[in-house]
């Protein structure tokens, strides 16, 4: 059973910085590809970054330049770091995951919601 636990959350002023965390318990097979969503007040929930079992990241164009995508593989743990918030980057932010495809690929990003895996989320607030 995979456990998705987001931190890091809170209000920043904008142009400020904040670096999310996700704790992903279970098997790690399970979460080998892993990414992020957000849903501002209101909106969809749109995909914004994400990172494969191979490493190779990909970011929404509304937040490349300014997140950046990581994942420590020994402790099973997702980051975000953001950079130069902006009033628009409040949200709640989510974590999922999900295996790999035969072959080892991951979802696209604009595939990501179809991740098995989604954690409860915390909430980023850019004034």
């Known amino acids: 059973h995979v456990q998705l636990v987001e931190s890091g959350g809170g209000s920043v002023q904008a142009g400020g910085s904040l670096r999310l965390s996700c704790a992903a318990s279970g098997d790690p097979f399970s979460t080998a590809c892993m990414g992020w969503f957000r849903r501002p007040p209101g909106k969809e929930r749109e995909a914004i970054a994400k990172?494969?079992?191979?490493?190779?990241?990909k970011y929404a164009d509304s937040v490349k330049g300014r997140f950046t995508i990581s994942k420590d593989n020994a402790k099973n743990t997702l980051y975000l770091q953001m950079d130069s918030l902006k009033p628009d980057d409040t949200a709640m932010y989510f974590c999922?995951?999900?295996?790999?495809?035969?072959?080892?690929?991951?979802?696209?990003?604009?595939?990501?919601?179809?991740?098995?895996?989604w954690g409860q989320g915390t909430q980023v607030t850019v004034s």
């Open positions: 999922v995951a999900d295996g790999t495809f035969s072959g080892g690929y991951c979802y696209t990003l604009a595939n990501m919601y179809n991740y098995n895996y």
């Open positions: 990172i494969d079992a191979d490493g190779r990241m």
